[in-house]
């Protein structure tokens, strides 16, 4: 029988459907109240999601490691209790976190606006207008924190196997609905299914193990198994990880095989100031995706002094609770945060979000110490060099940021390109697709001449022409052949990189 | 002489008041810390804190009930909530009921020290620094 998700807003009827559902199969039920409480006894503080829904801070890298640790402890909380029998779940959008298992029953139910407004007026005590507000607002933040936590829209019907609306169905016989399609065998559990979900379990409590462990809480680690064997990729920066992670997995239950490995690309992005939302950001993660490489910042700020010449980089932002918190209320540290660190701890969060985030640190000084500043074992894809020297005027700017792209392409073996030409690499826009288009036929004439005059061509090349010009035949050849393979490279490319595939 | 804020801060948690209280009378904050949600309204029913300070998840009383009964008492109180077991319903129910602001535990002081000077700052307050100052004199 399948796991049935049971999706709502709350105060929606969604949960007691739910409820009723588990009662009338025989089915466990389980809760997202009781996946919070799990996420809270693991020390991973959830309020701080929920809290930052409503009041919507800048995004930060502990809200997006904050979402990971969730992400995994609700996974594997719900697959352990499902591994024990069958499985109702009641939550706001729980069934996401279930990829590639195919027996699972989305249901999301659609609630009866009147009566949950009764609901609301009954439990608050509030004026009708104002539960009318804030169920509204209550909406307005569920779907928010899906999109946040799951990255969908739970509005999108598509993304479930049946939608409920309680307008003109009860609960009880909307439960009985739900029991039917539940008994049809298009959701069975087949072992191709058991086995995906063995594996999300096997990979949530890899990363939990990993989160709760202070030596790894606060690396930048992509976990996945297959066939009981764990893969860690870990990013070059971070090799220390190496040795740590089988200590931290050594009994891992389900784990056959472990196996660590560094990330095989990166990318290197040097930036004076990194602004929030900047256009880079999506291009690199762009990028990235392609490639299936991370993307390390540097803040470089060459007009200032390192306090403590030769002193490690200072490490981002880091997450997770503090062990020695107590009552909730942490060590008083005084906190000086700028703009521009908040601004870099941003960038950072959204390579975290992504799931491509190299980590980063903060370099200031010369050119020397930028590059002594620059692991030279990390194997980097490229390096791209952004806004830089801000304080100069524009020619100066422009100068110095040409004359350090040089300097460090001399000292990196990897290719330094400024950001600039990485935006035109990566632009497909109107300019491409003309040049695209005037390429096709412009090659599609030349063969076409070619191939409609061969007896032309073979009378230059090896015919009477030839014998009594032989110039003819190299000098047809020495503006044909590279004029069809500049040609084919610009089509080539272009539509590769249409495809993304370049 | 500028007048002293005074705060009032109630979780059942008698280690959270222990630590708030010398995190707040640094910015010159009058703070009453209480662990029972019943002393803690009977103390509001007798004097007007200009900050109240309340847990959410108590055991008697909840910090929902104690918000009501605050803002009942004396409506331009400032209730600030805390809570470690934040949900998007229960902080949206606080703030349309009233509740000036909502942090979720584990938070720092500082972050509490940011809120209670915005809401002095609503209150008319020259802010909890200029208070501080005026302690030191």
Known sequence: MPIIFVCSVPFGGGERLARILAEKLGYAFLSRDDVVGKANECGIPVGKLEVATVKKPAVRERLARLKERYLAVATATICEKAAEGNLVYYGRAGHFLLPGVSHVLRVRVIPEHTQRLDTVVQRTKLSRGKAETLLCDIDADIRSWVQFVHGVDMDDFHRYDLVINLEHLSIENAAMAVCGIADLPDFRPTPASRKAMEERLLQARARIKLALDERSADADLTVRSNDGVVTITYMPRQAALASVVPQVLHDLPGCQELRCTVASTNILWIQEEFRSGAATSGQLIELARRWGAAVELLRYRPDEVDEVDGAPPPEPATSGTKPGAAGGVEDDVPETVSDSDRAFQDALALLVHSGRSGGGQSVAGNRERLVSAINPNIPYSLVVVGDLFLKKGSAVRTRMTRELTNFLADHIKAPVIPIAELAARLRFGPAQIARLAASAVLMVALYALVFSHQETVLNVLAGPFHNAHPWGAVALVAVLAPLAAGLNAVVTSSVLRLMKLD | ?137
């Open chain 2, 1 to 137: 002489m500028q007048e002293r804020l005074q705060v009032l801060v109630l979780d059942d948690e008698p280690i959270v008041g222990k630590r708030l209280q010398p995190a707040l009378a640094k910015v010159g904050c009058d703070v009453e810390v209480f662990d029972a949600p019943g002393q803690a309204l009977q103390r509001v029913g007798e004097k007007r804190f200009d900050i109240v300070v309340t847990d959410i998840r108590m055991e008697d009383i909840d910090g929902i009930e104690v918000l009501e009964k605050v803002l009942e008492r004396w409506p331009k109180t400032k209730v600030i909530m805390i809570t470690g077991y934040a949900t998007v319903e229960v902080a949206r129910e606080a703030i349309a009921k009233g509740a000036f602001d909502f942090i979720a535990k584990p938070f720092k002081p500082q972050e509490l020290r940011d809120v209670i000077a915005r809401a002095a700052e609503a209150l008319g307050f020259a802010g909890v620094d200029r208070a501080a100052a005026d302690d030191s004199v």
